[in-house]
């Protein structure tokens, strides 16, 4: 349990709570199908976080940091979608100062628990967070069960279970590995739930690259992970099976008819923005069209990043985006080269976010974005704190 003189000692706590509360206002928000005046809260947070990431910027960031590549080609990115927002729509509305003054609202959170674990361990707000998680899914689960009764045909719930995905290699961290199964099977349930396609091919590679990445070297070890893995995958197929059967939701039938049924429409939206790319003139091909250029062509999103920023901001933010992800990767690399106890955790971490940016949204709106820069400004910091404890990188 956590008490007062831990508070007192942890001079950053109030980031961990921060963070957490912004996800339960998300969440809440998916409770009650976007009734909630929660909305006013999460946005004063995000201001919080720009405001702290100036100050922390400025005071207490590491400039020889080892990671310091991933978080300025972040904030290069975030600089130039919000130079070129200003250039496409006119600032002339309190909304519009908004959203440009939060638009770095992800590099400050990135930034901000990159700093925090400098000083402090990784597992000292363990039990805050593993608890968050869990009271997340059931939020979830309770959405599901509102919009079941309800029988909506539309709901804003069914992509909230990615909140908890994204925190998802944090709490296999902090969770023994004799009890992972359950946030595994936890949040895989959901997934099924809500049908996610994309959320159910997450949890399987970071189910593998968890059980079968990193330590667990001796024969005992690796025999009682193949068999943890086995329990964890006749679980899960009994728990598709059987949901499939009641709710008549065909998840894996759906998987399987992917190319058929055209990725529920995806396919179509990325062949009409590939091609509306490719009719693109010179200004519109390196500088894009504007926020919202998307929706005004389809009339809603693209569900692939990639597609997204290149059609709205052009050539130049797209190229960031895929540098940025290759910095993570030669971090990831670096760390497995050291031997970092947590290099798996990183690399779930990037799988987690990556896939979301390739079949659903994550970049372009300051939501699962932010759970999942939570979790990798943590494992940076972490890292850079143990490559110059004990490495020296060349």
Same mark, same amino acid.
């Given at each position: 349990m956590v008490s007062f003189s831990f508070f007192r000692k942890h001079r950053y706590w109030y980031l961990y709570f921060l963070i957490i509360a912004f996800l339960f206002l998300k969440m809440i928000r998916g409770v009650y199908g976007g009734e909630s005046s929660g909305g006013g809260v999460w946005n004063i947070i995000q201001v919080l976080f720009v405001l702290l990431g100036v100050v922390f910027f400025f005071s207490k960031y590491n400039r020889n940091s080892r990671s310091i590549n991933v978080f300025f080609v972040f904030s290069i990115w975030q600089m130039i979608v919000s130079l070129l927002n200003m250039i496409y729509s006119p600032i002339d509305s309190l909304s519009s100062w908004f959203y440009l003054f939060t638009s770095p609202c992800a590099p400050s959170v990135l930034l901000l628990f990159y700093c925090v674990t400098q000083k402090y361990d990784i597992h000292d707000f363990a039990f805050l967070i593993k608890t968050s998680y869990y009271v997340l899914i059931l939020m979830f689960y309770y959405s599901m069960a509102r919009h079941r009764i309800a029988a909506a045909d539309e709901y804003i719930a069914f992509s909230d279970i990615y909140y908890p995905l994204c925190l998802l290699p944090l709490v296999l961290l902090l969770t023994k590995t004799k009890r992972t199964v359950f946030p595994l099977l936890a949040v895989m349930l959901g997934i099924i739930v809500s049908g996610k396609r994309g959320g159910l091919v997450i949890v399987a590679i970071v189910a593998f690259v968890y059980y079968f990445f990193g330590e667990n070297k001796r024969k005992s070890n690796k025999i009682f992970v193949l068999l943890l893995f086995s329990v964890l995958v006749v679980i899960s197929? =009994? *728990?598709? +099976?059987?949901?499939?059967?009641? #709710? %008549? *939701?065909? $998840?894996? /039938? &759906?998987?399987?008819?992917?190319?058929? /049924? %055209? %990725?529920?429409?995806?396919? @179509? &939206?990325? /062949?009409? =923005?590939l091609s509306a790319i490719g009719k693109s003139d010179l200004w519109e091909l390196i500088f894009g069209r504007g926020f919202g250029a998307v929706y005004g062509l389809i009339g809603g999103r693209a569900h692939n990043d990639f597609i997204e920023i290149f059609y709205n901001f052009g050539l130049i933010t797209v190229v960031l985006y895929v540098v940025f992800y290759l910095r993570l990767f030669v971090v990831n690399f670096?760390?497995? &080269?050291?031997? #970092?106890?947590?290099? !798996? #955790?990183?690399?779930?971490?990037?799988?987690? @976010?990556?896939? =979301?940016?390739?079949?659903?949204?994550?970049?372009?709106?300051?939501?699962?974005? *932010?759970? @999942?820069?939570?979790? $990798?400004?943590?494992? =940076?910091? /972490?890292? +850079? !704190?143990?490559? +110059? +404890?004990? #490495?020296q990188i060349n």
């Open positions: 197929s =009994l *728990l598709i +099976n059987y949901i499939d059967s009641v #709710y %008549g *939701l065909h $998840t894996i /039938d &759906r998987m399987m008819h992917s190319k058929e /049924d %055209g %990725g529920s429409g995806r396919f @179509s &939206r990325w /062949d009409i =923005l670096k760390q497995y &080269r050291c031997h #970092y106890p947590y290099a !798996k #955790y990183m690399t779930c971490s990037i799988i987690v @976010s990556l896939v =979301l940016a390739m079949v659903s949204f994550f970049i372009v709106e300051p939501t699962y974005v *932010l759970a @999942s820069m939570f979790v $990798t400004g943590l494992l =940076l910091g /972490d890292w +850079n !704190k143990f490559s +110059n +404890n004990s #490495y």
